[in-house]
Structures are given as C-alpha cells and as structure tokens.
C-alpha cells in the first residue's frame, strides 16, 4: 500500500503576498461589504416585488415598478463589487479557496449560467412588463430562486474551504466536484446570517425613494413606500438574531470561546450598535422628506455589514489556525503598484462623484415625469 | 500536484475555459470597440442634417450595447475567472498573486466605465450633447484601460520575457515583449466588431434607406483600419512569440503539404479565413449597403466570433505545453521541478498530496496518475480524448512512450518512477477492456533490458530510507 498524508494541504503561493496581510485585508473587508450590501439589496427587491405583486395593495404598483427598475442595476453591482473580494479572498487563502472551489467544481460552475440567466430575466422583466405583463412575477421568481441557490453554493464553498481535514475523502468520492458540502452543521445558518439584511436593504430603499416622492409633491406615494419600506426594514434584525444565535450555537466549543471577552465581542457591540443606528434612522425617515436619515440609516447598515465581515473573517483565522498561519507567508510588497491602485481608485471615485452630481438630478428629473406621466395615465 | 485536479468527464475543464473565454473576447472586445464607435458617432451626428434621427438610432445602439455588454459580458468574465481556477489553480494563483494590483486597478477602470456607461445612458434623454460626448469619451478611456492591464497579463502568460521566478519584477512581466503587439491587434479589432455590432443594429432601420445607408456607410469605415494595419501587427507579434511556439506553427502549415493538417493549423487558418470573410463581407456591404439584412449582418457578426474561437485556440496550443510559458506547466508542474531527476523520479503519489490509498500497480493507482497529471488537459472519451490517443497502442508502447513524450515539445515531462509509468500504462489499456497487468508490464520491460532490476527503482528505495 502507498501511504499518504491524511491532510490534502496545497502549499502557499511562492510568490508571497504582494502587500501586508492588514491591506489586504482591509480591502477585503471594505469590498467585501460593498458586495454584501448590494447583493442584500437585489435579494430584498426580489422578494418585495413578488409580494407586492400577490399583496398589491394602495402604493403597490408604484413599489413593484420601482424594484422592478433597479434590479438589473443592482445585480450589475453586485456582480461588480463581487469581483474584488474574490481577488483578495484568492491571495489572502489562495489554498484553501481554490482547492474547495474544485472540491464543489461542478456545482460552483454552474454560478456563472445562474447569474448569467437571472440578470438576463431581470432586464427581460425590466423592458417587457408593460408589453407581456402576465407572469412577470414568475420570470423574477425565477431569478431569486437561481440568485439564492448562488448564495448557498457560496457559503457552501467558503464553509469547505475552512475544514481541509475533510477535503481528500470529498475528493476521493468526487472529483469532478459535483456535490456540496451538506454535512457541515454551520452552513444553513452562515447563509441566514448573509442574507438576513436583505429586507433592511430593500427597505432603506423604499425610505430614499419616498423622500425624493415626498420632494416631488407626491406625498401619497411617499407615504406609502416609507411605511412599507421601514416595516421591511424590521424583518432584518429579527432575521438577524434568529441566524446570529443559529450560526453561535452551531459553532465548535473552542470557537464558541472567541465569543467572550475579546476583540470580537467589541466587534459585535460595534455592529449591533450599528444596526440599532440603521433601525432608529429609519423609523426617523417615515413621512419626512429629509434625505439625511436614509443616508445615516443606510450608513448603519453598511457599518453593520463590515462588522459581519470583520467577525466572519475572525472565525475564519480561527478555523483555519491547525492547517494555514497566514502571519508566516513571506511579504513582497509591490507598493508601487499598491500606490498605483490607490490613485486610480481615489481618482476613478472622484470623477464618479462629479459626474453622478451633475448628471443624477438629471435622470432624477426624468424619472419625476415619466412618474407624472404614469400617474396622469392612471388618473383618466 | 499542489491542487486537486477537476475532472470533468467528456468535455474537460479546458474545453470549460474555453467555451467561456471564446463567448467572452468577442462581447469584451466590443464592450471597448463600442465605446469609441459611441463617442464617434456622437460627435459625426453633430455634422449631420439629421443628427437627431442618427442620436435616436444611437441611442437604440447603446440599448443593445449595455444589456449585450453588461449581461453577457461582465459574467462571462467573471466565468472566466471561475474556470481557469478550477482548471489551473497553481497557474491562476500565481497570476493572481504577482498582478494581484493590477487585476485591482482592471477592476477600479471596470467600475469606472460601467458607472459612466449607465450615466450616458440613463442621461440620454436630459443630458447636455456636451455631457453626452463627455460620458462616451469617458466610457471609451476607461474600458480602453481595462483593456491595457488585462493585456498585459494575457501576453506574460505566453510571453513573460525577462521575468522568472527569480526576477519577479512586475514591470518585466507586464511589459513583456507580446504587450504591444497584442495591445494594438485588439485596439483595432474591437473598433472592427463594433462596426459589425453596429452594422447589425443599422440593419433593423426600416422605411429610412437613407438613413440606413449612411448608417452602415460609417459603421463599414470601423473595419478599414483594422484590415489594413492587423496583418503587419501580426508579423510583429509573430517573432515575439516564443521559438516553440512558432516550430509548432510552422510544423503544422507544413504538415498540411504532407498531407496532415494539425490541429492548431486549422485554428490558425480559421482566424484568419474569418477575417478575411469579414472583410470581404463588409466590402460588399458597402458597396450595397440597402440590401443588408439582420441575418446577414449577424452573419458577419457570427464570423467574428469563429475568428476569436480560431485565434484563441491557436494561441493556446501555441503555449503547449506550458500555462505560463517555460515557468508552469499545464498539469501543474514547475519547470525548475521538471528538471529536476530526484523529483520527477520519486514515487508520484507520495507527494501529489490529492490521492487517497491506493494498492501500488493496481487500477486504481493508473487511474489516479492519470486524473492528477493528465486530466487537466484530456478527458478520456471526449474532448483531446485520451481513447483516441491511444487506441492503437500497446502495454509495452505506452510505457516507454510516456518517459519520453516531452520530447515531442507539446507534452510535459512524466513524474513519478517505474511503478507509476506502468500502473498508468496498464490504466490506459484499460479503458479499450485490454486488461494488462502492471506488474507484467514491469516484467517484460526488465525482461527486455535483460538486467535483473528490483520493482521498486533506485529512487523508491531511496525516498522510503529518508522516510
């Protein structure tokens, strides 16, 4: 018999990591987060669109129109966004991403033709509901199935690529990846955790969207899409107990112990004061026109995603401590190229704050008449 | 083998790659092309009588373009990015980690144009011309830019010059000697498909013919440059590429007087038959630009897309047998490894690290020799079908074969010792049910040198007593 290491773990990059592992990670985090918020937002506007849909009460259709409007923007984001994460994710663990990814190598294909399938539903949604209204519903259900069955393949992948002692037998039994990683107990619970600011973040919408109505003249419609925005915005922190308490008890005893009095509980006081922040500015927001308390309620809930990314990756150190000790791997720093990136990201973000001050009141002032337009039509 | 190894039956991950990249490099190229045909246009509807009725098509052109674009496009390139990890993770993670900056810079002039392009867009109906006309400028530098990193790390992958594990230096191995060439190839081709988008989309225009007309007039002229400064950018790009890479080339235009038309032959005469139908059609086009149909202007646009299939291919089997020319090798091998005899000869899976225990010689030692060091470039029954490879050999061929079929400059060099080369030979037989023994094979083989060697080879025994 040929005797074998029981532990299937890749070497690290020779190359060694490009930048301290902090910059790293704080691009990580900062993107990471981004991502979050976005892809919480093109969930939330899914969901909120299929039950106003079956619900369609007074504002209704107003609230369906308006998600039905963003979502192809919002996936565009959330594909955007994605992107730097999983490139700093590749070079923070490059070896255990990659080889989980191939573990599940069938199953985390198949995000690409989801994505690919569900963004398409959503600009078919967007440029045909007027002229073929019937199932539309189905036609973004569709796309919320696929997007949520990418979310789990992500948690799923990112939860292998922290357990290495379990990667050979999985390899052994499949190696062209076609199955995921069920048996791990966290898994249903990290992907509630990740997808329970959904409704906050579809909601902290509807409250933006009834401060400019509110602006508009159209106090009715701004009414309506606050309420229904802020009584959405409570079902996230409900969620997020029930998963936080979830993913807490499903945790190993030595992570379990991280929990108490360390940097992560400081971490988790942050981010739940930041989501009390997000909460309180929101119920602030219902039935005024002021756009401050929408960007201090959103602000929370980008402070309170950062936090569960910060935490995440905390968890993730710990897990991964027995098999990788990312302080060891060598720094070659390119900061040349790390400034490089630093200007093109300062500049690139300045010249979309110009441009976006000049030209968003612009498309904001189109949106006010064809508003006008579809509310005259509905009038006669 | 650092990485496990995905196997994926029939079609192969590389095949996987391919599918995507193909899909993507003809909607990428246009993403830019089709920024510059924006911004022209623009400014050419300003001359015109009618600049309004041109703007409204513009602005259908762009409807196309965005969802085309900004769909298809900016998934297929993070598909892309799925599957080469997958299929080359020790290749891919090297890019990752020496251009980990540039791939970050790519990503900030990718947020930038499509933010601007949803600002054009979105703004059309209330922005100023001159806001217009800045926004499509914009949009064009930016996504231009993308392009100027992500070609730099295209061409070190098949020209990376002066860098080498050694000399890690980023400058060496994004300015490597393909970086201009291939920089200026793709500038002018995807002005070429954004006339062939454009042509498309002018042959929708009805009850206007001379709208139609001028339309496709000024879309045909996007070819002109392209069609006439490509072949001599293809000369220059063509004594960048590496010697082997041109003998491989060279080989196979030559195999075709013989008779024998190799594989990347024929990739490299599809590229270059596309182009030349591309050109032809759209010199007809011009000439009768009226009679022009939807289905023949995605015809056209169809003919390009077999171009980038042609194109991409050769220039991967240019590569062969390397990920990153003369640094990894497509099965995961490092050079310096390769030609190093101690490592390549010890027991394989000793150190692959990804193979469960297996019995030494059985079946299932082959198959596992064969999935870490040859799946990642062939299947064994579909796509570069190891079946078909091997239909014809035998035991005893295979064997010897295998310790030197780097030889041939297209394969990497076989890892492990005797035992291994044996169970993999006895593996292969196996998939045409011609059930070999391994141990036989080694027999024979022993038998035929005449030398009464041991099973287990020098370099066996000599990695146990380490252990």
């Known amino acids: 018999m040929i005797v074998v290491g029981a532990l299937a773990m890749p070497l690290p990059d020779t190359l060694g990591y490009a930048a301290p592992v902090w910059v790293l990670q704080g691009l990580s985090y900062f993107t990471l987060s981004l991502h979050l918020l976005a892809m919480n937002f093109t969930i939330g506007a899914c969901l909120l669109l299929i039950w106003t849909h079956f619900r369609n009460r007074a504002g209704h259709a107003g609230v369906k129109h308006f998600f039905g409007s963003s979502l192809p923007l919002g996936m565009s984001y959330v594909?955007?966004?994605?992107?730097?994460?999983?490139?700093?994710?590749?070079?923070?663990?490059?070896?255990?991403?990659?080889?989980?990814?191939?573990?599940?190598?069938a199953l985390w294909i198949l995000v690409i033709p989801a994505v690919l399938i569900a963004y398409a539903a959503f600009y078919y949604h967007k440029l045909q509901r007027e002229a073929r209204p019937r199932y539309q519903w189905a036609v973004v259900a569709v796309a919320t199935t696929l997007l949520l069955c990418v979310g789990y393949i992500y948690v799923n992948n990112l939860t292998l690529s922290m357990s290495p002692d379990k990667w050979l037998r999985i390899y052994e039994a499949h190696p062209g990846g076609g199955i995921l990683h069920h048996g791990e107990p966290t898994v249903p619970s990290r992907y509630l955790l990740f997808l329970s600011g959904a409704f906050a973040a579809?909601?902290?919408?509807?409250?933006?969207?009834?401060?400019?109505?509110?602006?508009?003249?159209?106090?009715?419609?701004?009414?309506?899409?606050?309420?229904?925005?802020?009584?959405?915005?409570?079902?996230?922190?409900?969620?997020?107990?029930?998963?936080?308490?979830?993913?807490?008890?499903?945790?190993?005893?030595?992570?379990?112990?991280?929990?108490?009095?360390?940097?992560?509980?400081?971490?988790?006081?942050?981010?739940?004061?930041?989501?009390?922040?997000?909460?309180?500015?929101?119920?602030?927001?219902?039935?005024?026109?002021?756009?401050?308390?929408?960007?201090?309620?959103?602000?929370?809930?980008?402070?309170?995603?950062?936090?569960?990314?910060?935490?995440?990756?905390?968890?993730?150190?710990?897990?991964?401590?027995?098999?990788?000790?990312?302080?060891?791997?060598?720094v070659n720093a390119q900061w040349g190229m790390l400034a490089l990136f630093l200007m093109a990201l300062v500049v690139a973000l300045a010249l979309l704050v110009v441009l976006m001050v000049k030209v968003l009141p612009k498309i904001a002032e189109g949106a006010r008449e064809r508003l006008e337009k579809t509310i005259a039509a509905g009038r006669t | 083998m650092n990485y496990p190894v995905w196997d994926v039956p029939f079609i192969g991950s590389g095949l996987v790659v391919a599918i995507i990249a193909i899909i993507h490099l003809l909607i990428s190229h246009l993403a830019i092309g089709g920024g510059a045909f924006i911004?022209?246009?623009?400014?050419?509807?300003?001359?015109?009588?009618?600049?309004q009725q041109i703007r409204d098509w513009l602005h259908e052109y762009a409807t196309y373009f965005l969802v085309y674009t900004t769909v298809f496009g900016a998934v297929t390139g993070v598909?892309?990015?799925?599957?080469?990890?997958?299929?080359?993770?020790e290749g891919t993670s090297l890019l990752i980690h020496q251009f980990v900056f540039a791939w970050a810079i790519e990503w900030v002039m990718f947020l930038g144009e499509l933010s601007i392009l949803y600002l054009y867009?979105?703004?059309?109906?209330?922005?100023?011309?001159?806001?217009?006309?800045?926004?499509?400028?914009?949009?064009?530098?930016?996504a231009w830019g993308s392009l100027f990193v992500i070609n730099g790390i295209l061409t070190f992958m098949l020209t990376p010059g002066a860098w080498t594990l050694a000399n890690t230096s980023i400058l060496a191995g994004f300015f490597n000697p393909g970086f201009l060439p291939s920089l200026l190839i793709r500038t002018l081709v995807m002005f070429m498909v954004a006339g062939l988008f454009a042509i498309i989309v002018a042959a929708r225009v009805t009850g206007d013919d001379n709208l139609k007309e001028r339309l496709i007039g000024f879309s045909t002229k996007w070819l002109i440059p392209g069609a006439l400064i490509i072949p001599f950018l293809l000369l220059w790009y063509w004594v960048t590429l590496p010697d082997s890479a041109t003998d491989l080339i060279r080989g196979g235009v030559v195999g075709v007087e013989g008779g024998r038309l190799e594989i990347i032959t024929r990739y490299f005469w599809?590229?270059?038959?596309?182009?030349?139908?591309?050109?032809?059609?759209?010199?007809?086009?011009?000439?009768?630009?009226?009679?022009?149909s939807m289905t023949?202007?995605?015809?056209?646009?169809l003919i390009a897309q077999f171009g980038f299939l042609g194109a991409e291919f050769a220039r991967e089997m240019a590569r062969k047998p390397y990920v990153i020319y003369g640094v990894l090798y497509s099965n995961g091998l490092w050079k310096h490894n390769a030609v190093n005899e101690n490592y390549m000869q010890r027991p394989y899976l000793e150190t692959a690290r990804w193979d469960p225990e297996v019995s030494l010689l059985s079946r299932s030692h082959g198959e596992w020799v064969f999935r870490l060091q040859c799946v990642g470039c062939h299947t064994r029954d579909g796509?570069?079908?190891?079946?078909?490879?091997?239909?014809?050999?035998?035991?005893q061929f295979a064997y010897r074969w295998l310790k030197t079929m780097h030889e041939q400059g297209v394969m990497p060099p076989f890892q492990g010792n005797r035992e291994d080369r044996a169970a993999l030979a006895a593996y292969l037989m196996s998939l045409h049910d011609r059930e070999v023994a391994a141990a036989d094979i080694l027999a024979t083989d022993t038998l035929a040198r005449g030398v009464a060697e041991p099973v287990r080879d020098e370099a066996s025994e000599a990695m146990e007593e380490q252990q």
Do not use: H
């Open chain 1, 79 to 105: 594909i955007t966004l994605g992107v730097p994460p999983l490139l700093f994710v590749q070079v923070l663990y490059g070896q255990l991403f990659y080889s989980s990814s191939v573990l599940i190598g």
């Open chain 1, 202 to 330: 579809a909601g902290v919408a509807l409250l933006w969207r009834g401060a400019f109505l509110f602006r508009w003249g159209y106090d009715t419609e701004a009414n309506q899409s606050q309420k229904l925005g802020f009584r959405a915005f409570l079902l996230s922190p409900m969620l997020w107990i029930i998963a936080a308490s979830w993913v807490y008890s499903s945790r190993p005893e030595d992570i379990k112990a991280m929990f108490v009095f360390d940097s992560t509980m400081v971490l988790l006081a942050v981010g739940v004061v930041s989501a009390l922040v997000a909460i309180a500015f929101a119920y602030l927001s219902v039935g005024k026109r002021n756009l401050l308390f929408p960007l201090l309620s959103s602000l929370g809930i980008f402070g309170g995603m950062v936090c569960t990314v910060v935490f995440r990756d905390q968890v993730r150190l710990e897990y991964i401590k027995p098999y990788l000790d990312i302080a060891s791997i060598p």
């Open chain 2, 39 to 51: 911004f022209v246009a623009e400014l050419w509807s300003d001359r015109q009588k009618n600049g």
């Open chain 2, 79 to 89: 598909g892309i990015w799925f599957a080469i990890q997958l299929a080359n993770p």
């Open chain 2, 121 to 142: 867009y979105y703004g059309w109906q209330k922005n100023s011309r001159r806001m217009q006309l800045w926004l499509a400028g914009l949009y064009f530098v930016t």
């Open chain 2, 270 to 292: 599809l590229a270059l038959v596309s182009g030349a139908l591309i050109v032809v059609g759209a010199l007809l086009i011009a000439i009768k630009p009226r009679v022009i």
């Open chain 2, 296 to 301: 023949g202007a995605i015809a056209l646009f």
């Open chain 2, 383 to 395: 796509y570069r079908s190891i079946e078909d490879r091997t239909s014809d050999w035998d035991a």
